[in-house]
Nanobody, 119 residues
């Protein structure tokens, strides 16, 4: 059974930094289109960053401040968040297109991790 486990959220002051991690575990054949989404109270879930084998995409609101990266050997991807501001406060979710051994590809989601930016 494939699972995504997130870590790294917390409370940070404006201007601070956090790094989120998402580790995929289970019987995995391949992982593609790894990404991070966020959902603030009263708002819809939105794409923050996504990485594929050929490109990286960022929401306009985080360009130049957030960086998505991967460690394929560990089936893990990261979101480095710098110069955080209160508008970045949200629950952050990782996701990926994962093909478990012997089955088709499905979209998996992490459980979410809270990021709060406040003084």
């Amino acid at each position: 059974q494939v699972q995504l486990v997130e870590s790294g959220g917390g409370l940070v002051q404006p201007g601070g930094s956090l790094r989120l991690s998402c580790a995929a575990s289970g019987s995995i054949f391949s992982i593609n289109r790894m990404g991070w989404y966020r959902q603030a109270p009263g708002k819809e879930r939105e794409l923050v960053a996504r990485i594929t084998s050929s490109r990286t995409n960022y929401a306009d609101s985080v360009k130049g401040r957030f960086t998505i990266s991967t460690d394929n050997a560990k089936n893990t991807w990261y979101l480095q968040m710098n110069n955080l501001n209160p508008e970045d406060t949200a629950v952050y979710y990782c996701n990926a297109h994962i093909q478990p051994l012997g089955t088709a590809t499905y979209i998996y989601w992490g459980q979410g991790t809270q990021v709060t930016v406040s003084s």
